[in-house]
């Protein structure tokens, strides 16, 4: 009987220090994922609001909830992080360190900002996976790039020697440019402009002289490319070391233009931005400017990219789900450095975030390290993503439907934001397009260009009682509700009420100098 | 219509020419006094609106000016610049042009390098981007009407500053004592020494007076057209600079404010005539060099340039 309460007591003594051997054993399992971050660029760079910063935020919310569940056991992941040599330009380095990825035992890698340095980064894990099985392949999910070719030219075409390579974010060239098309025929032009300029707007492009922008600006400049309402009057390219944009603006306005696209990816926009804003040129700016998405350019541009609008990930602190949020006060929180713009996510942080949280789910749906199942699981899974539901199509592309003004079904894509004042002054990057969503707010019009445009809800350039007709009928709502009416909202405070029937009253009565406008 | 563009060609040509011809007047200065083709002028442009962005951001940020005179942290710092730019450039002609005077290849290629180095030190010092090393502030907000031509008030502003400097420069070169040692260095150097005129200590502050005017003038461009200064601006400085003085003549001070004017006539007129001439902008120097070189080879008012 004591031999057997002896016993009793040692297993019980035994047991505590037993147990927490085996749960820590299980936390001492790690997963190494390879992350290939474009530094010296805005998208790069933690405290710059880069995917450095994306990767690393998401490596800290799994291993501080319960790490990844593989098939029972737990994992911790673990970061290795390198240069993807985007910026300057280095393809061999870019290749050399992908394979120093692998070598370092990165299973899957997330990377791949600029096509040029993916290009070389992905072919090297080819060359790598050739030689392995199909169960031990490194995966490999593209976050940054968005050149169509990227995915069509190789899973497209050969989807045996490339089916563990995907594309998490962004949507691909096409979508970007249908989303841009969407935009301007689908609202803008027809709904904003034309009636200000008496039903034709005139429009120019300005593009950056590199390679993407050639196809764009050819298919823009065509008669009818933006629809009945719109004609290209203007269409230059700039050479990447203008600083000088004045000239080009200048000519713009003198061909008579009142939209002018734009497409760059160089930082010299700030140049551009707030040439056009002092010069007060008579027409809207839009288009794609990558630099405008940082919080960056707000400083470079001392505050003077008011009114610009550009195609992006998501708007300043915007509510796209739940958890955008938590994400970008966690970003803005952990990674902005004392003395430098806050370090908002730029869309290569959110891209990043999204593809740990989808290797997060695929690894769980596979239930072990094997590259089969984890494609397997990739394929067929679809799962909430920062910024909506996220999914992949048959070549492995992240799949978007939506580019028109609307998002009905909220799979991932693009928005357009526009840079406006907030009720404290402050600048913030504020969604338009989609205009259906309940952080949506109505597209601002300079005052230089038509300082009644705020109020003038008719557009018929007089302020009178047509305009309270329309404010009336939609007093009260706010989005979501059947009678809202984002026009009507002309403070953009997210309701329709008295404070804007005050702004309208302050204005009533007053007319456009010339209508329709020169 | 045709008067109307006319008009906002004569205006705003104007404007920039004054702009461009304070840009040159440095450059146009050393040559005229030491002999020396500085192309670290070009640096100096760069430099002095770096340090008046940077200093315009510190004065606006220890706050200690009134509210109601804005126009205080500009002037500050633009003087600022102007001084701290004139100590870098009469330390850089001591280390260097001083070691290597009279051998003008080794001029030549010691300033190429060192704006070279310059450029890099700037990028290095800044760190994100060559592209866009820092943002300048407007010189002023707003727009003026003159006669019937809109022209931004900042950039009318900058005229008016270069239009006075010009002025003061000649008072200074023609009624003070320096000044009127430098016009003497400038027409007979021999004589000049043999009066007892110290050619060391008139070339450093020719060089350092060069630099500050170097730096007024990349004030007043970047803060009235980009709004930005990039590391590399030191080229399309220089391309102005070599210009201006090719039109209005080496060493000539009355020269390089009529070089100015045409060049700002010439690239506004471009500009607003031809199309699609935006991309030609930065080579509209340069056709006006070849121009003027086949036409007048010694430029509005300088010396013929002899080949020996």
């Known amino acids: 009987m004591e031999k057997k309460i002896a016993l009793l007591v040692a297993i019980l003594l035994v047991m505590p220090p037993l147990l927490a051997w085996i749960q820590s054993a299980e936390a001492q399992q790690t997963l190494k994922i390879g992350v290939l971050v474009p530094y010296n660029l805005v998208q790069g760079e933690a405290w710059r609001g880069g995917a450095e910063g994306g990767a690393w935020l998401a490596t800290w919310d799994i291993n501080n909830a319960t790490g990844i569940n593989i098939g029972g056991t737990r994992y911790k992941i673990e970061l290795v992080i390198m240069d993807e040599c985007a910026y300057p330009l280095n393809e061999e380095q870019a290749r050399a360190n992908t394979l120093a990825l692998i070598q370092a035992g990165c299973k899957i890698i997330v990377g791949g900002f600029r096509t040029e340095s993916t290009n070389a980064s992905i072919r090297a894990v080819y060359e790598w996976n050739q030689d392995r099985p199909d169960d031990e392949k490194v995966i490999y999910l593209i976050n940054g790039a968005s050149t169509d070719e990227l995915i069509t030219n190789t899973v497209g075409k050969d989807y045996e020697g490339w089916k563990w390579l995907f594309r998490i974010n962004p949507i691909n060239s096409t979508m970007l440019f249908k989303n841009t098309l969407g935009w301007l025929i689908g609202y803008l032009i027809p709904k904003k402009l034309a009636p200000m300029y008496g039903g034709l707007v005139k429009y120019g492009v300005l593009v950056e002289d590199y390679e993407w922008t050639k196809k764009i600006q050819g298919y823009l400049s065509q008669p009818g490319a933006l629809g009945p309402n719109a004609t290209c009057v203007y269409s230059a390219r700039t050479p990447p070391e203008t600083v000088n944009f004045d000239p080009y603006l200048r000519e713009a306005a003198n061909s008579g233009s009142r939209l002018l696209l734009i497409f760059y990816t160089l930082p010299t926009t700030a140049y551009l931005i707030s040439q056009w804003y002092q010069g007060q040129y008579p027409f809207l700016i839009c288009g794609i400017d990558v630099y405008a998405q940082s919080s960056e350019f707000l400083k470079k541009t001392g505050g003077l990219c008011e009114y610009e609008m550009t195609e992006d990930f998501a ?9 955008a949020v938590r994400f970008w006060d966690n970003f803005v929180g952990n990674f902005s450095k004392p003395g430098e713009p806050p370090a908002w996510p730029v869309y290569t942080a959110w891209g990043a975030y999204n593809a740990f949280l989808t290797i997060k789910a ?57 840079w406006q004042k907030g009720a404290d002054g402050n600048l913030y990057k504020v969604v338009v397009c989609p205009i259906d969503q309940p952080y949506s707010r109505k597209t601002m019009i300079p005052p230089w260009i038509y300082p009644l445009a705020d109020v003038d809800l008719k557009i018929d350039g007089i302020i009178d009682v047509f305009d309270a007709v329309i404010l009336a009928a939609a007093a009260g709502s706010y989005p979501g509700h059947p009678n809202w009416n984002m026009e009507a909202d002309i403070n953009r405070d997210g309701i329709v009420d008295i404070f804007d029937a005050v702004l309208l009253a302050g204005k009533a009565g007053q007319q456009a100098p010339q209508w329709p406008l020169p | 219509m045709v008067k109307r563009m006319l008009e906002s060609i004569i205006i705003i040509g104007t404007i920039v020419g004054l702009i461009y011809a304070i840009i040159a007047l440095g450059f146009t200065l050393v040559y005229g006094i030491s002999g020396i083709v500085n192309l670290t002028h070009g640096v100096f442009i760069v430099v002095g609106a770096y340090l008046y962005g940077v200093l315009s951001d510190y004065l606006l940020k220890i706050n200690i000016f009134p509210p ?43 300033s190429i390098c060192s704006c070279l180095i310059f450029q890099k030190l700037i990028y290095i010092t800044l760190g994100t981007s060559q592209a866009f090393a820092y943002r300048i502030s407007p010189l002023a907000y707003g727009k003026i009407r003159i006669i019937n031509t809109d022209v931004l008030t900042g950039q009318a502003l900058a005229g008016t ?8 420069l000649s008072i200074f070169i023609s009624k003070t004592k320096v000044g009127r040692a430098m016009k003497a260095l400038s027409q007979d150097l021999e004589a000049s020494m043999l009066m007892g005129i110290s050619t060391e200590k008139l070339y450093m502050l020719t060089t350092a007076i060069s630099a500050g005017l170097g730096s007024l003038g990349g004030i007043l461009y970047t803060s009235t057209v980009t709004f930005g200064v990039a590391s590399y601006m030191w080229m399309s400085g220089l391309a102005v600079s070599f210009t201006v003085v090719v039109l209005g003549g080496l060493g000539s001070v009355k020269g390089s ?52």
């Open chain 1, 315 to 323: 708007g300043t602190r915007t509510p796209i789900t739940p958890l």
């Open chain 2, 257 to 308: 404010l009529l070089g100015g004017l045409i060049l700002g006539l010439a690239e506004i007129s471009a500009m607003t005539i031809l199309p699609g001439a935006g991309v030609l902008q930065s080579s509209i120097p340069f056709i006006v060099i070849i121009l003027v070189l086949i036409i007048r080879p010694k430029g509005l008012f300088g010396k013929r340039i002899e080949m020996e």
């Open chain 1, 362 to 418: 695929a690894l769980e749906t596979a239930g072990e390290l094997n590259s089969t199942k984890i494609i397997q699981a990739l394929e067929s899974q679809e799962i909430w993503v920062l910024n909506g539901k996220a999914r992949f199509t048959p070549i492995h592309d992240v799949y978007s439907i939506s580019y028109g003004v609307l998002w009905p079904d909220k799979y991932t894509r693009a928005v357009f934001i526009q």
């Open chain 2, 161 to 168: 500053i270069s239009l006075i400097t010009f002025i003061a």
């Open chain 2, 68 to 110: 109601e005179s804005p126009y205080l942290i500009p002037i500050i710092a633009m003087f600022l610049s102007f001084i701290f730019t004139a100590a870098i450039g009469s330390i850089f002609y001591r280390l260097t042009l001083h070691q290597i005077l009279g051998d003008e290849i080794s001029i030549l290629i010691a």
